[in-house]
């Protein structure tokens, strides 16, 4: 697996956990484009507030596409919106695209104890998630290489299954 591997998906599935165990397991580096951006420029939920989603939208896709240069091979997951930057769509090309699926229902626990989700902060939090995933999910399944649903498994068995799979599709490709 030369390339780095990219996780997307909604905001709540889990891209952090399964992405530390699956760097863990391939032996590479982890990083998190929402936390190098709280690294930077404070917390996102201030930054939304203070600067509003544009600016944000805008700091997400430089850090992004200055994550995606890196030539060492690592294992990145980034916020749910992240995707919805054009360049960030093209740079994505170049890398292994992993989108991590799941049901409202799946993450509802998640949903409803956040508090540091800007856009979740509404009366309903699942039914915004919902509608965010439907305004995103045609963009999540053209961008991805991979697609997986996570319910009933643990983040060390969708590593397991990601590697699998990817090593099977590398294979495939050494073989034509």
Known sequence: M???IVL???????????????????????IDSDQQIENQHGKIAEIFASRGEAWFRQVEARCVAQLLAQSKPFVLSLGGGAVLDTGTQQLLSAHTVVY???????????????????????????????????????????LADLTLEIEDHKASELARLIIDQLSRTVQGESNE
């Open 100 to 142: 991590l699926s799941a049901s409202s229902d799946h993450v509802r626990a998640r949903l409803l104890r956040s508090t540091n989700r800007p856009l979740l902060q509404s009366e309903d939090p699942v039914a915004r998630w919902e509608k965010l995933l439907k305004d995103r999910a045609c963009v999540y399944q053209r």
């Open 8 to 30: 997307i998906g909604p905001m709540a599935v889990g891209k952090t956990t399964l992405g530390l165990e699956l760097a863990r397991q391939l032996g590479r580096d982890f």
């Open 2 to 4: 030369p390339n780095s």
